[in-house]
């Protein structure tokens, strides 16, 4: 019997997958095209979530590639599949298994080469490219080729807030290119027709109705840390609080948060104007987007407005461009008050810090120095690779060379093959000097890796927030660098706000010689810590109720 027998198209719309895979499987490998195998594949991921279901899809489609190679559009679609399949079973190793990851970017990166010119031409093929080089710490192909969409497809809304996102962890744009490239981006959003959307209406001013917007209300997400802070401590007669989840797997954090708020409801699956509307019914004074230009955004959403007044907080530390955000919430440190300019939202300035963080069930405790122990200088970064571009490799190889004997533990939250950034430390002569530790573990695991390190080097362009929030919470100090915009002065807000000024380097010059007088000085090491330890939870760092007293009386004076 033919395989032109079956009606594969019904089938599919029907959702018979699991019938699918069966014909396909009961032909003669050798008598089907590229179009079968790839569609054997993809019914696979859609009947079965599991990981060995995404490895049996990953061979369908990686035959089904190179069934019709390079000659089919079958087979470039099979490759596109192949490469976000290899992908996502990676995501899914490195936490579960990270000692025995699936690599399939050697394969990916010669197919790439192979077909350049097809790749040039077909986004969704780019885009599948840019997920492969991320993974593989090569954030500057990744904005190269998010660059070539942009160019070709100036309607592309993912990738121009990608190209924009992911320009942040590089040191090539100042903070006028970003707003300048977020006001591109707000032009190219969806203004969807009045008449299909409800009238827009605050709230009938018994309370004020607070929305906060987010898809990271899920365990070990940063934004958890602040966003907690605000719902465990705000005032319930003054104040209705909804949460609109655009997580597509919640967890028992996801079912913690729902507990703080008058209302939860899961936004992912809902169309914008199905959202628009629900948001506008739900009479919302004052939205808070926690995502900006994240993976995960829903900027059309805001373009539309769904409330009298949305603010950009927490989430992504930039301008987000558009219009209709009508502030962001800093404070002094972070954008001075000369450069408001630069960013399209107004300002609303915090007195002190424009985060707080909620701390941890683990309790704090004084312990001794590392130092004393190993007779050598542990520096470490919890922060996510992504962050650590060449010019922060370049310094702190300059830091281990200068300092006898000193070491560098690293440790990534984010999905990216760790073999990379070791040999970016092998070819600045260091690798000797760098530990790796598994993401895997339990939170309190995590914490507790913070005793082994003397002094925390922060990232820069984009400074590390949670992962400095952490080692503040350890009794670790951070060493940081000033900066030039949001995302790049974190650092410095969070060490004023605890009096660490004096670790606040001007330059990358000042950041290595201050790393080395440290080293240097261990009392003085130990001076910082102590002091870090006595006093940190009475800074603005964790002062939750000084926090909230100012969030809320700042939106309170917007509303009236």
């Not at 987010?214 to 007669?237: C, E, G, M, P, Q």
């Not at 948001?279 to 959403?301: A, P």
């Not at 701390?359 to 007779?375: A, C, F, H, M, T």
């Not at 003397?454 to 929030?469: E, K, M, Q, R, W």
Request: proline fraction near 1%; charge should be neutral.
């Amino acid at each position: 019997m033919s395989y032109q027998n079956f009606d594969f198209k019904k089938l599919y719309e029907e959702k018979k997958y699991s019938e699918i895979i069966s014909i396909i499987e009961n032909f003669d490998d050798q008598d089907l095209n590229s179009g079968l195998i790839n569609l054997c594949g993809a019914c696979k991921l859609l009947s079965d979530k599991s990981e060995e279901s995404l490895k049996s899809a990953i061979s369908d489609f990686r035959k089904a590639y190179l069934r019709e190679k390079n000659k089919t559009e079958h087979s470039f679609n099979a490759l596109k599949n192949f490469i976000n399949a290899s992908i996502d079973l990676f995501d899914i190793e490195f936490r579960t298994n990270e000692k025995n990851l699936t690599n399939n970017l050697e394969e990916i990166f010669l197919y790439f080469e192979e077909n350049k010119e097809y790749f040039k031409k077909n986004e969704s093929l780019t885009r599948a490219l840019v997920r492969a080089l991320i993974r593989n710490l090569d954030i500057e192909n990744a904005v190269y080729y998010l660059n070539e969409i942009v160019d070709k497809n100036s309607s592309s809304i993912d990738a121009w807030a990608s190209y924009i996102y992911f320009n942040n962890f590089l040191d090539k744009w100042d903070q006028k290119k970003f707003l300048e490239s977020s006001k591109i981006l707000d032009q190219k959003l969806i203004k969807y027709p009045s008449n299909k959307l409800v009238e827009l209406k605050g709230s009938d001013k018994k309370k004020i109705n607070i929305g906060f917007h987010t898809a990271d209300i899920r365990a070990k997400h940063s934004v958890t840390h602040f966003l907690k802070t605000i719902l465990t401590n705000y005032n319930k007669d003054k104040f209705n609080i909804n949460l609109y989840l655009g997580n597509k797997k919640e967890d028992q954090t996801t079912n913690e948060f729902k507990e703080y708020v008058n209302k939860a409801i899961n936004i992912t699956f809902m169309d914008d104007i199905e959202v628009i509307n629900l948001v506008r019914n739900d009479k919302i004074d004052i939205l808070f987007d926690l995502m900006g230009l994240t993976s995960n955004h829903r900027l059309s959403l805001y373009k539309n407005r769904l409330a009298p007044i949305q603010i950009s907080w927490c989430g992504y530390l930039n301008t987000t461009g558009l219009k209709e955000m009508d502030y962001m919430i800093a404070d002094r440190n972070i954008v001075p008050q000369e450069e408001q300019n630069s960013y399209s939202e107004k300002i609303i300035y915090l007195d002190d810090i424009w985060n707080c963080h909620a701390g941890y069930e683990l309790k704090r405790s004084k312990y001794p120095i590392p130092y004393r122990q190993n007779k050598f200088i542990t520096f470490g970064s919890f922060n996510n690779f992504n962050k650590i571009n060449d010019s922060v490799i370049a310094v702190w190889s300059k830091i281990l060379k200068k300092i006898e004997n000193s070491k560098l533990i690293l440790k990534s939250s984010n999905a990216v093959f760790r073999s990379v950034m070791a040999e970016k430390f092998e070819k600045n002569d260091v690798l000797n000097s760098i530990e790796f530790i598994s993401y895997k573990g339990n939170f309190n695991d995590h914490l507790n890796e913070y005793k082994k390190i003397d002094i925390a080097l922060d990232t820069f362009p984009h400074n590390g927030v949670t992962t400095s929030f952490e080692a503040i919470w350890m009794g670790v100090p951070v060493l940081t660098m000033k900066g030039f915009n949001f995302s790049s002065r974190c650092g410095e807000s969070i060490n004023k706000n605890i009096n660490l000024n004096d670790l606040i380097a001007n330059n990358k010059q000042d950041y290595v010689d201050k790393a080395i007088f440290l080293s240097e000085n261990i009392d003085k090491i130990e001076k910082i810590r102590n002091e870090i330890y006595e006093n940190a939870l009475g800074t603005p760092l964790f002062d939750q109720k000084k926090f909230v007293n100012h969030f809320f009386t700042s939106l309170e004076k917007l509303y009236n």
